[in-house]
Nanobody, 123 residues
């Protein structure tokens, strides 16, 4: 069983940067993709970025391309989300999830989810 634990959230002004971390204890072979998702108040949870752990391939939702970078440190079993040029609309609770590859960019499809870390961007 995989247990992701997020950290690194906080409050920043627009244009600033944050780096989120997701430390995943345990390992289940079939859950070979780690994704970042976010949920703003009053909105549905949405996918942000994913990394396929074996191949290192990355995917991003359009609104964060060129601003966010997802990466992994295999030795630390940690996945990062570097967020630059933050905007007020990036304000949300950010969740990390271990997913089966076919569900890696989907909120649906189960997986192992962390408790989330809050990101607040002020204008």
């Amino acid at each position: 069983q995989v247990q992701p634990v997020e950290s690194g959230g906080g409050s920043v002004q627009a244009g600033g940067s944050l780096r989120l971390s997701c430390a995943a204890s345990g390992y289940t072979y079939s859950y070979d993709c780690m994704g970042w998702f976010r949920q703003a108040p009053g909105k549905e949870r949405e996918w942000v970025a994913s990394i396929y752990l074996a191949a290192g391939n990355t995917l991003y939702t359009d609104s964060v391309k060129e601003r966010f970078t997802i990466s992994q440190d295999n030795a630390k079993r940690t996945v990062y989300l570097q967020m630059n040029s933050l905007k007020p609309e990036d304000t949300a609770m950010y969740y990390c999830a271990a997913k089966k590859p076919q569900y890696c960019t989907l909120v649906a499809g189960g997986g192992y989810w962390g408790q989330g870390t809050q990101v607040t961007v002020s204008s």
